[in-house]
């Protein structure tokens, strides 16, 4: 928890408290006018600093993104189930050995965001998946949240648990060869969001950021805007820019060093039951608006959810968004944008692997190109253009 004298600040200077949500209010001008006092703040990433700046640096290399398959053995369990498996540790490690043993996937995907159980397993000749990704040119990354949880006092909001105990689980993973860390926080635009949801998200995420430095691993910061909800795309940009503001007052709070993390943000779009469906450019303009107003450019990489959009309207969006040239690496950190089509390509046969891991380059450099700025929808299967949107989506 915060500091008494920083509880005290905030106490003082901020107008979102208790159960008040987020609103703009038109009529007045004194949201801006008890902005808080910054105090000088003084970046310390302690002895690993240099080599989380050249990590950060080559997960946010041209031309890739992440392959995340960090799932909890729930999500994967439905995953499983969606084809017909059972929820067993076999089938876990038989999908994501598919995915990690991919030929020539470090050409598209510089970072892998592994579960726990994935990072201590190995493929069925012995070979660790640490391994794996690291001849492949792909760096090894783990999810260390420890899943959502009611918070006490919102809007039947969530808060994310798993500070408790992450420096020692942080020295461990490093030592088994992570080298960069994931933590997923959401906020809810039909909640409110609360004032308080809002804070506890930005301040979790800033501890977390402190810690996973401190014991070598870059972080991505991950404040999921759900999209849920009928809002216009003008509300999702008023909460993110909110959200986004509070995440780098606590990262700088708490001597995050912004050359050694990466964001992994929602991008800005009106929420799923709204009326009106966004095209790709209007996605692009809004989400790079925001960006530019909240992100400082010492962030080295800018790494989009899929957030359920359809595996083609996630590489629509993000090719828009590279059309010009932008402060920072605007990449991916796509799951089931990635994963959907390989899943139902493989279904459980042995003797479709090679065809499934031939799905995962398709759309592995589909999304290359879109970093780039040079993607064409044209020749997109079917299955590519199918919304996974989940209503109260839990990973």
Known sequence: MASTNLVKLNAASSQWIGQQSFRRDSGSSSLF?????????????????????????SVASPGRGIL????????????????????TEANRQAYRQLLLTTPGLGEYISGAILFEETLYQSTNDGKRFVDCLRNENIVPGIKVDKGLSPLPGSNNESWCQGLDGLASRSAEYYKQGARFAKWRTVVSIPCGPS???????????ARYAAISQDNGLVPIVEPEI?????????????????????????????????????????????????????????????????????????????????????????????????????????SFSYARALQNT??????????????AQKALLVRAKANSLAQLGRYSAQGESEEAKKGMFVKGYTY
């Open 33 to 57: 006018a008890t902005r808080r006092v910054s105090l000088p703040i003084r970046a310390s990433a302690g002895s690993y600093a240099d080599e989380l700046v050249k990590t950060a640096r």
């Open 195 to 205: 004032a308080l949801a809002v804070k506890e998200a930005a301040w979790g995420l």
């Open 68 to 87: 995340a398959i960090d799932e909890s053995n729930a999500t994967c369990g439905k995953r499983l189930a969606s084809i017909g498996l059972d929820n």
């Open 226 to 330: 759900l999209l849920d909800g009928d809002h216009p795309i003008g509300r999702t940009l008023e909460v993110a820019e909110h959200v986004w503001a509070e995440v780098f007052y606590y990262l700088a709070q708490n001597n995050v060093m912004f050359e050694g993390i990466l964001l992994k943000p929602s991008m800005v779009t009106p929420g799923a039951e709204h009326k009106e469906k966004a095209v790709p450019d209007v996605i692009a303009e809004y989400t790079l608006r925001m960006l530019k107003r909240r992100v400082p450019p010492a962030v080295p990489g800018i790494m989009f959810l899929s957030g359920g959009q359809s595996e083609m309207e996630a590489t629509l969006n993000l090719n828009a968004m590279n059309q010009s040239p932008n402060p920072w690496h605007v």
């Open 342 to 355: 390989v899943l139902k390509t493989w279904q459980g046969h042995p003797e479709n692997v090679e065809a």
